[in-house]
């Protein structure tokens, strides 16, 4: 099975720079963006996406409307596509990126959900509006308890997702995944990113200042002015929430920054735990020793 090398690591330790040092000493480097969020358009300045002239080396970037799902399943499939055709071109494909759960699926294999029910979900949306998500959630025990017990009780998207999964199929996601999970096409070669917990929160405090600087209320602003709901997933993400919620009064700006600074670290150490769980287990170096070792990767093939 061929390998692919993945630059992997929490929120603000660097991977867009090692990145960018890829590209200028390798020239036939194409990048692959593993973002949940990065997949959206419009979304800029709060998913801190790579400027526009190292974007366009970039694949699944600005792919989706802000007001559409994308799954892990859907992330898996366009990887793969990209890394095909990359191979094929004679170039070499790069995934870069921090959300592991599409990692799994790419590289530990995923099941082939079935389509999105409309009708389900906005039954299930609206009962969750009437009888809460904890309610949806007790419901799961009962249908699906392995999946249950894995994600939180307040996770709506997961939980409705499994909803409509069970009812749509008579079967449990948990089951499904078993029985009709995908084989992987290729094998990753994790780098991890690793810094002091000191310097990657000193880093992830600078990164939210420069977002406010660089405009992230206002394109906030516009993604509400053009009619995008709050309540979608796209904008259910550290950055936009509190920003949202100063716009709408609830909070000031000054809380908001401080919200986002506070989340965002707590999200950085939960990413860490759960790229720790992959499979094969990552590297983890310091981002001078991933640039080192991932050109070394590079230029043996």
């Avoid at 929430?241 to 950085?268: C, D, M, N, P, Y």
């Amino acid at each position: 099975m061929q390998k692919v090398l993945a630059i992997i690591g929490p929120t603000a330790s660097g991977k867009t720079s090692i990145a960018a040092s890829l590209l200028e000493k390798h020239g036939r480097v194409v990048l692959i963006s593993c973002d949940s969020r990065k997949v959206y358009r419009y979304l800029d300045i709060g998913t801190a996406k790579p400027p526009p002239e190292l974007r366009k080396h970039y694949r699944l970037i600005d792919i989706r409307d802000p007001s559409e799902t994308y799954s892990a399943q859907d992330f898996a499939r366009d990887a793969e596509r990209e890394i095909k055709t990359a191979l094929r071109s004679g170039q070499i494909p790069v995934v870069v990126g921090g959300t592991t759960l599409y990692y799994k699926a790419l590289f530990e294999g995923f099941f082939s959900a079935p389509p999105v029910d409309l009708s389900l979900r906005r039954k299930l949306l609206e009962r969750m509006e009437r009888e809460g998500i904890e309610k949806l959630h007790e419901e799961l025990k009962k249908v699906d308890p392995a999946t249950a017990e894995k994600v939180h009780k307040r996770d709506w998207i997961r939980i409705t997702r499994a909803l409509e999964v069970y009812y749509q199929t008579g079967k449990p996601i948990s089951v499904l995944r078993k029985e009709a999970k995908i084989i992987p096409a290729f094998e990753p070669l994790y780098l991890g990113v690793l810094r002091d917990r000191k310097d990657l929160y000193r880093r992830i405090e600078e990164r939210v200042d420069r977002m406010i600087e660089a405009g992230l209320v206002e394109e906030t602003r516009w993604l509400l002015d053009q009619g995008y709901s709050p309540d979608l997933p796209s904008l259910n993400t550290i950055g936009y929430r509190e920003i949202i919620e100063h716009l709408q009064g609830k909070i000031s700006l000054e809380e908001a920054v401080r919200l986002i600074k506070k989340r965002t670290k707590i999200f950085s150490r939960k990413q860490l735990y759960f790229m720790r769980n992959l499979k094969p287990e990552p590297q983890w170096l310091s981002p001078d020793e991933v640039l080192e070792r991932a050109l070394a990767f590079l230029y043996s093939i």
